[in-house]
């Protein structure tokens, strides 16, 4: 009789972060950089609640949505309301609902219009609350992807900041696909150097490693926690 090996379990979310965050740490420390400057952002759009409880429950605070309805209806049940976290809106904003964006999220990290930045400046003064937020670059010049052309970023930054009164943190830009990712992580943070932000948000599961190398300090990792899915 022949005898078959046992499968073996695939890794629950908790060993998948303990993971995630060992190799943030392994990648920082080859490149000199003390590990806690490096934020992991789990992104959970998509996920249901069991999966969002069960990596909450392993420690991880700071999330990721990509939708303002799909966050107020995870975050704003009962079942979070216990959970103390920081919520980032990592995907395209429309400038009608900048209000419910500010009201849930403690950062939005994709202004890349003056259309939204008047409209976040608007609702930030009704809210009373200051707008945090990061400039989307389209390094790539992706005519299909949203963000500010590198070419127009350091104009941008200026009036977000002057003209809109926002607080401006740091750059977010998400490489082309089919494109070395490192030359992208490049010109994000040399932009981010000239105009005194220290905020890089960069790298998804397939090249955060590489983001770090070149001075990302939020890492948006998906995959790597919830196993395959279409997009990060």
Known sequence: MSSSSPVSAPPSIAQRLDEARARIEAAARDCGRDPAAVTLVAVTKTQPWGRVKAILDAGQAVFGENRVQEADSR????????????LRLIGPLQSNKAEAALARFDIIETLDRDRLAEALARAGDKLGKRPRVLIQVNTGEEPQKAGIAPRDAD??????QEVHGLVVEGLMAIPP???????????L???ARRNDLEVLSMGMSGDFETAIRFGATHV????ALFGPRDTD
């Open 75 to 86: 975050w704003g049940a009962p079942e979070a309301a216990a959970h103390a976290v920081e």
């Open 220 to 223: 948006r990792l998906g995959t």
């Open 177 to 187: 696909v089919e494109e070395a990712a490192g030359p992208h992580f490049a010109l």
């Open 155 to 160: 104009a941008f930054i200026a009036r977000a």
């Open 189 to 191: 943070a040399k932009i």
